[in-house]
């Protein structure tokens, strides 16, 4: 089971909602909730794509709270005809989720829906984005976007990480950083971006999805510039990683 890296988004959360107003601390008196316990309270939605391999994207709907937080949110499932490539998915998501929960330290808040992120799917993997909206209890001026990703190989019932895809993860990283730079002026971030969201740190590319185009890497709030440009994402083609990815991987990525 995947445990999607939200750190990033966390940290630029909290910095960038510095003038909103600093989320309430919590008494430590209550242990976090138990990952993968959270409620379902609806059925999956209908069926929104189907890919060549017969696995099918829908949503289920988890509420509930803890002593800190309150949660409703629609999660990304899959159904499909393998049950390991469809439990590893669902169960990465709600981990992804419950990361989320618990990743702000002893603040107050509540996590709602936010803009639904990609999904994708292709001969070799599945892959979908969980936006969510984070908001401070007392309320900030704004909620801000938390996001994290999950692609399985439906070959392997096997998560595909950043380790994955780059024999030398320094040496992708850095291609990952040149790339986004050359992409990033073409977006609302414009050619002022934030070149600190960039730098060749595994935190910084560690939401991204395949996509056919090529590896789409999604952005935090703040990361590339400021809350008001929204949340940003750019494409790296295939062909621009093929000399520092893994054959195998990338072959899956992109069939």
Request: charged residues 15%.
């Given at each position: 089971m995947r445990t999607a890296i939200v750190t990033a988004g966390i940290v630029a959360l909290l910095a960038g909602c510095s003038t909103a107003g600093t989320p309430t601390a919590a008494p430590d008196t209550a242990a976090s909730p138990t990952s993968m316990a959270l409620p379902i309270t609806s059925a999956p939605s209908p069926t929104t794509f189907t890919s060549p391999v017969g696995y099918s994207f829908s949503t289920v709907r988890v509420a509930g709270s803890t002593d800190r937080v309150?949660?409703?949110?629609?999660?990304?499932?899959?159904?499909?005809?393998?049950?390991?490539?469809?439990?590893e998915f669902n169960e990465s998501m709600h981990a992804a989720f419950q990361d989320q929960i618990d990743g702000f330290a002893n603040a107050r808040f509540s996590l709602a829906d936010a803009r639904p992120g990609p999904t994708y799917a292709g001969s070799s993997v599945v892959g979908a984005v969980l936006n969510t909206s984070w908001d401070a209890n007392p309320p900030g001026a704004h909620p801000t976007y938390v996001i994290?990703?999950?692609?399985?190989?439906?070959?392997?019932?096997?998560?595909?990480?950043?380790?994955?895809?780059?024999?030398?993860l320094q040496v992708g990283l850095q291609r990952l950083s040149e790339q986004s730079a050359l992409l990033l002026p073409s977006t609302p971030a414009g050619t002022d971006f934030e070149a600190s969201g960039i730098e060749p740190a595994e935190s910084n590319f560690a939401n991204w999805v395949p996509s056919s185009a090529?590896?789409?890497i999604r952005f935090s709030d703040y990361q590339v510039g400021p809350h008001a440009i929204g949340l940003i994402d750019v494409t790296i083609p295939w062909g621009a990683l093929a000399d520092v990815a893994d054959p195998r991987t990338l072959n899956a990525l992109s069939s």
């Open positions: 309150t949660y409703d949110v629609s999660i990304p499932q899959i159904e499909g005809p393998d049950p390991a490539v469809v439990g994290a990703t999950v692609t399985v190989n439906t070959a392997t019932a096997e998560p595909i990480t950043l380790h994955d895809v780059f024999p030398d090529g590896m789409n």
